[in-house]
T-cell receptor
């Protein structure tokens, strides 16, 4: 069965600190996709990244970076120099490689960034 | 349009009443998904459609929940005889198929908050 674990329920940091959000997944599939979504206080879900299981290259997008390690089944997300606007719930998710199949979400990590 | 449109934004029902939520997917997206989020925590998958056909309904509570995606109409999620535990935000999402029919990014609507009193 597929499963996503985000062990950190809540994290609090001060602006400009770096913060890493952990994500560990379980799947028997050899081909799968991993995602991160952000849910700010306004409630909408914002797509951040999709990574397929064959692409283990780390990705950087501005202050955001992602570390995919197949050997440890982890897909961690780091925010560098955090800002108050980064305060949100962040969800890691997993899907099979077939359109239409359910996205399996972790329980989310609430990040609070104070000034 | 380029966004998933969900209506209503907020719906209040008394226990036992019917609730119906609507979702217009992004034009050109053939897959529609419904998720339930309780207390800003976990997302529970309910059902997905490929065009007007049910694709995966493994998360759907069969007794009181039903959903449809008919041609030229918004998709709908209906709850008969609502219960207090149905209070949640219901998100609709749509996607295109990825390369070779693989998974693709889901674009989510803003959600419909159902409050059952």
């Amino acid at each position: 069965a597929q499963k996503v674990t985000q062990a950190q329920t809540e994290i609090s940091v001060v602006e400009k600190e770096d913060v890493t959000l952990d994500c560990v997944y379980e799947t028997r599939d050899t081909t799968y996709y991993l995602f991160w979504y952000k849910q700010p206080p306004s409630g909408e879900l914002v797509f951040l990244i999709r990574r397929n299981s064959f692409d283990e290259q780390n990705e950087i997008s501005g202050r955001y970076s992602w570390n995919f390690q197949k050997s440890t089944s982890s897909f961690n997300f780091t925010i560098t120099a955090s800002q108050v606007v980064d305060s949100a719930v962040y969800f890691c998710a997993l899907s099979e490689n077939q359109a239409g199949t359910a996205l399996i979400f972790g329980k989310g990590t609430t990040l609070s960034v104070s000034s | 349009g380029e966004e998933v449109a969900q209506t209503p934004k907020h719906l209040v029902r008394g226990e036992g009443q019917k609730a119906k939520l609507y979702c217009a997917p992004i034009k050109g997206h053939s897959y529609v998904f419904w998720y339930q989020q309780v207390l800003k925590n976990e997302f529970k998958f309910l059902i997905s459609f490929q065009n007007e056909n049910v694709f995966d309904e493994t998360g759907m509570p069969k007794e009181r929940f039903s959903a449809k995606c008919l041609p030229n109409s918004p998709c709908s999620l209906e709850i008969q005889a609502t219960k207090l535990e149905d209070s949640a935000v219901y998100f609709c999402a749509s996607s295109k198929a990825g390369p070779l029919g693989g998974a693709n990014v889901l674009t989510f609507g803003a959600g419909s908050r159902l409050t059952v009193l």
